[in-house]
Nanobody
Framework: VQLQAFGGGLVQAGGSLRLSCAAT???????????MAWYRQAPGKQRELVAR???????NYADSVKGRFTISRDNARKTVYLQMNSLKPEDTAVYYC?????????WGQGTLVTVSS
């Protein structure tokens, strides 16, 4: 599964961004069973889980983004989204899209989000 993430950029604190991750070259029977997630890695820090949505559309979030970020998926478009509101400088990181099924992981190339104070 090839994942292409986009939508990052520079935004002021309090602003919003929407990240998208498309599973290119995937057919629906491949994409639909995947559990999809967004991770992020800030400079000097370990990669951390931001939000996850299962094939059954159950979601979970890191405590630091609860109430501000929303993950969703559009199986028809084979795309997962991360709506990020009320952004804070500490949200600055490279955001990575992840697809997982039965312990097999696939990663996108990452998109940089920079939040200025």
């Amino acid at each position: 599964v090839q994942l292409q993430a986009f939508g990052g950029g520079l935004v002021q604190a309090g602003g919003s961004l929407r990240l998208s991750c498309a599973a290119t070259r995937a057919i629906s029977s491949v994409f639909n069973p995947l559990n999809m997630a967004w991770y992020r890695q800030a400079p000097g820090k370990q990669r951390e889980l931001v939000a996850r949505i299962t094939s059954g559309r159950s979601t979970n979030y890191a405590d630091s983004v609860k109430g501000r970020f929303t993950i969703s998926r559009d199986n028809a478009r084979k795309t997962v989204y991360l709506q990020m509101n009320s952004l804070k400088p500490e949200d600055t990181a490279v955001y990575y899209c992840n697809a997982e099924r039965n312990g097999n992981n696939h990663w996108g190339q990452g998109t940089l989000v920079t939040v200025s104070s």
